[in-house]
């Protein structure tokens, strides 16, 4: 390699976020450090993702951005890891001659090998093998916190769930839990180095543990809770037919429990939750944000929403828009439903045109947007606690943070907050954050 810089690209969700990260470990560990420009780099990566087409054009369409680079220093690598690489395996190499090399969901700990290989060898090559289980248990990626206030935590990871239209468990394989003695070590550990909130991720929290026999999700976050250092808690993603009784109480018992679940629903139609194999109900969901509401009344949710799921008729429709009225979501992450070969949805008749999906996405985007508008303009006025993540780009003096409630939070104060919680008042409302001053006692 000409020189020992690279420059990484990171598709998609949390998971590949966690991805990324360890890659930039394991190539420092041989001596790469990483750059922000490509023209810069001799070693290129996109982490992809795999889950909706448009990831995956727009994945495609920034490898081929790199083509000119590569004719003009051939020396280049390039190279594709994610759950495309995961899904397309060997065929990338065939569809991309100035592709170099393509890596597996499961196999992000041979990067440094692989690299050295292609760069030693002049070789392409591919590495998109499942691994089994044990393997599996000692590769969970760990974190050190350093220069960090927040950090994610992986739990668990793959999916077992097989939603008709999701490609996840077949490109991140079968749900797999970390032991929870690992896991408490590395919040530790985590709070040592100073981070002082945690978001414990995996594809389905909820069903933490249960293959393996592990303590519960919920008794995990009781012990998370208890480790000192640690001020706040989150968790994602939740599968709501796994919400157990007991992680709703955690809302209520645990003070370090923020007061946000991100809980997706894809539908509000019983029809379409049905054909898209969620195994829950409209009402069981309505049931189960009730029970949230009576342990925590101040609780908020987020959602995930699927427009367009083959054969959605617009009644079907019409009983999301009822859903999100009721449920009050502070934010939703709305999808136009696009199909995943290998996935049963993607054999399922669909006769709605395009445009008619189209028009009630944008239906349902104007409806959120006054229901998230209400939900924030109301905080105005009140004083919030905020964990101060940084200094803003909003200029010299300012600073940002989250509420608990997961919302940024923007206002001046001095750079010694940094990493602490402090209360703000609120004093403006925008569609992306809020506005504040610090209040009295700061
Ligand atoms: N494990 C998480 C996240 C899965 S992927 C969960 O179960 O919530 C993130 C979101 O992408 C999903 O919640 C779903 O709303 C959306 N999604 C997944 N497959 C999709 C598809 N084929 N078309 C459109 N949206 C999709
Ligand atoms: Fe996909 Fe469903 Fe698993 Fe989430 S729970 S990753 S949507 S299969």
Not at 307 to 320: I, L, Q, S, Y
């Amino acid at each position: 390699m000409n020189n020992k810089a690279f420059y990484l690209e990171t598709f998609g969700c949390q998971m590949n976020v966690v991805d990324s990260e360890r890659i930039v470990d394991l190539l420092d560990g041989i001596g790469l450090h990483q750059v922000e420009e490509p023209d810069q780099a001799s070693l290129i990566l996109l982490n992809t993702c795999a889950v909706r087409d448009k990831a995956v054009r727009k994945a495609y369409g920034h490898l081929g951005r790199f083509k000119p680079l590569k004719d003009r220093n051939p020396a280049l690598i390039l190279g594709m890891g994610g759950c495309i690489a995961q899904q397309e395996g060997k065929q990338l190499l065939e569809e991309f001659s100035y592709l170099d090399l393509v890596f597996g969901t499961h196999n992000v700990h041979r990067l440094p090998e692989l690299v050295q290989q292609v760069a030693d060898n002049r070789v392409r090559c591919d590495e998109t093998e499942f691994l089994d289980r044990e393997t599996r248990l000692q590769l969970f990626p760990s974190r050190t916190g350093k220069d960090a206030f927040t950090s994610f935590v992986t739990v668990m990871q793959g999916c077992d769930n097989f939603c008709s239209y999701c490609v996840v468990p077949y490109v991140r394989g079968r749900e797999i839990s970390r032991s929870s003695g690992e896991i408490l070590d590395e919040v530790r550990e985590l709070a040592e180095h100073g981070v002082r909130e945690v978001t414990l991720i995996g594809q389905n929290v909820n069903s933490y543990g249960t293959k393996e026999k592990e303590i519960s999700f919920s008794a995990l976050l009781e012990q998370v809770n208890a480790i000192d250092g640690i001020d706040r808690i989150r968790f994602t993603t939740s599968h709501p037919k796994d919400l157990s009784d007991d992680l709703i109480d955690c809302f209520g018992r645990l003070d370090k429990l923020c007061k946000h679940l991100h809980l997706p629903v894809q539908s509000g139609s019983d029809n379409i939750l049905k054909a898209m194999n969620r195994g829950y109900s409209r009402e069981r969901y309505l049931s189960i944000v009730s029970r949230l509401h009576q342990a925590c009344p101040d609780i908020r949710l987020s959602s995930d929403i699927i427009v367009g799921f083959p054969g959605e008729t617009e009644d079907d429709f019409t009983e999301t828009l009822s859903l999100l009225e009721m449920v009050r979501y502070t934010e939703i992450y709305s999808f136009i439903y696009s199909p995943r070969s290998g996935t049963t949805a993607a054999d399922m008749k669909d006769e709605f045109t395009a445009e008619v999906k189209q028009e009630r996405f944008n239906r349902m985007l104007d409806l959120q947007h006054e229901i998230s508008r209400h939900t924030w303009e109301a905080d105005v006025g009140g004083v919030q606690e905020v964990l101060v993540e940084g200094e803003s780009k909003m200029g010299e003096g300012q600073l940002f943070g989250r509420s608990t409630w997961n919302r940024i939070v923007n206002f001046s104060g001095s750079p010694e907050l940094v990493g602490r919680l402090v209360s703000v008042k609120i004093t403006k409302s925008f569609r992306n954050s809020l506005l504040g001053e610090l209040s009295e006692g700061h």
